[in-house]
């Protein structure tokens, strides 16, 4: 992970807001600093997600390796997830971070201050879904994918967003979508074949 934060385009909310879509914190609107690189996952797009991964995530836990302005991390957390980590680097967006997660009362939501590779090379919890939205000027998405699948249970999902892909070998498209210049989707670990 880089110095700068990690999400832009528009959330939906106004300049520097983003509105949780749904769960227990729908319509809670939260605030994120400016970055470079700062770009909260469209509204559209999460919605999207969430769609795709059934609306709740009760009993799940959550990884947002890349938080930036947490918007999926903490749309998880409000869906019911366990436990959602929010890994984050930038100084400016974990402390907006800590603060949007006192505003929703985010018991559920673990904030951790690391580079994003290293703490996913020491980390020993397997996650039932990992959201990955790393800074698009970078080649960091390629590199966590490349990490992941010991970090993964039996039947994790993997949500990837960028303006492109790396090689996909070894995973699965469950599902994916467009929107401008952001490529979206669901991955899961293929099936070894025999």
């Known amino acids: 992970m880089t110095s700068s934060p990690q999400k832009s385009a528009k959330a939906g909310a106004g300049r520097n807001q983003l509105r949780i879509i749904g769960g227990e914190y729908r319509r809670r609107t939260l605030s994120f600093p400016d970055g470079d690189g700062l770009r909260p996952t469209p509204d559209r797009v999460r919605e999207t997600l969430f769609n795709w991964l059934g609306q709740e995530l009760h009993g799940q836990i959550c990884l947002d390796l890349f938080a930036g302005a ?4 903490f ?3 409000s869906r019911g997830a366990r436990r959602v980590v929010m890994v984050e680097q930038s100084r400016t967006a974990l402390a907006a971070l800590r603060s949007n997660k006192e505003l929703l009362k985010a018991a559920a939501v673990d904030i951790v201050a690391a580079d994003a590779l290293a703490w996913l090379a020491r980390n020993q919890t397997p996650f039932d879904l990992v959201l990955l939205d790393p800074p698009f000027a970078s080649d960091l998405l390629g590199k966590s994918l490349a990490m992941l699948a010991p970090h993964l249970s039996a039947t994790a999902r993997v949500y990837i967003e960028g303006a492109s892909w790396p090689e996909l070998a070894g995973w699965e498209v469950l599902r994916e ?4 210049a952001v ?3 669901l991955l899961r670990r293929a099936l070894a074949q025999d």
């Open 177 to 180: 979508g467009k929107a401008g």
């Open 75 to 77: 749309e998880a957390a």
């Open 183 to 185: 490529r979206y989707g």
């Open 70 to 73: 947490g918007g999926l991390g």
